[in-house]
């Protein structure tokens, strides 16, 4: 009773936060308010004072268009911390958002989602970060995880469950049972590498420079990995490399799908692997209930339908992947004692990585 009680009160005091910290977007989930915050994982800094001009979609509309003193980048690269002071400035921002809706008097309780390949060391560098930005507590919990809790698979039981999380920076490729990861990988190849590959593509078949913002957008736009009766096309603007000035060509679905296609062969080939490290009983479940795909990645047209006809079992998009990882972090907040297993293992597991 008297925990109960105690447990009410501190809800009334402090915000339960989740956060998902990722290499291309930041989402803050709030208990009781939900999913408040998504924004570009950008910060603009003034390089002159030190100081921090814009953080969010204000900093990434900034990228490629501000003067030498002032310079907009991403702390987070690859999932893991590049900058710490800058993550700090970042994680202030998205606390004290999140404050501002429900004004409490204690530091938060926040949860934060990380890839499974981060070490102990950025591990602590997470943890340190969102303490020095406000939290009171603070607990991690491995991406695939939490889109795994987020996607509500049945992570506690004796099954199998396999996640695909295609994130910006990294993908995460997992197996779970009874509240840990059977088997898993972690490549460089997500959404950030699809990008560049269309960026070199366009260089080496056009011969013009595009900018980052260009070759998402066009990733976003055009992107199909089946060929359709009919053909997606775009503008691609740039810098002409043999005489300097601005050109515009047009990119075809065609040309996009030879772009990425190593890139998108390396995660099937991936996939494959961490599905022969599994345990045929294992194995057997997921035959039978499928793989599920999470992140921006999840959203590339015919993705899941490639990675179907290769590995032989069903594939399925999450419902909204792109929130999957900061709503798993939502559901452990609203169940802590439940999930306090999930988190103990996993900032375990990720110790024993690092030695």
Known sequence: MLKDKWGQLMRFLRNDIGIDLGTSNMLVYVRGKGIILNEPSVVAVNQKTGQVVAVGTEAKNM?????????????????????????????????????AISKKFLGPRVVVGVPSSITNVETRAVRDATKNAGASEVHIVEEPMAAAIGMHLPINEPLGSMVIDIGGGTTDIAIISLNGVISSKNIHVAGDKLNSDISAYIRNEFKIVIGEKTSENIKTQITSL???????????????????????????????????????????????????????????????????????????????DILKEEVKMPVYIADDPLTCVVRGTGIILEHLEKYKEVLIANEEDVSNKAH
């Open 63 to 99: 990228l490629g268009r501000t003067p030498p003193h002032i310079v907009a980048v991403r702390p987070i690269v690859d999932g893991v911390i590049s900058d710490f002071e800058v993550t700090e400035e970042m994680l202030h921002y998205l606390l004290n958002k999140a404050q």
């Open 226 to 304: 089946l060929a359709e009766k009919t053909s997606f096309e775009t503008q691609a603007r740039g810098r002409d490399l043999i005489t300097g000035l601005p050109r515009e060509v047009v990119v075809t679905d065609s040309d996009i799908r030879e772009a990425i296609s190593h890139s998108i062969e390396r995660l099937i080939e991936a996939t494959k692997e961490v599905l022969e490290m599994t345990p045929p009983e294992i194995l057997s479940d997921i035959m039978h209930r499928g793989i599920y795909l999470a992140g921006g990645g999840a959203l590339i047209k015919g993705f899941a």
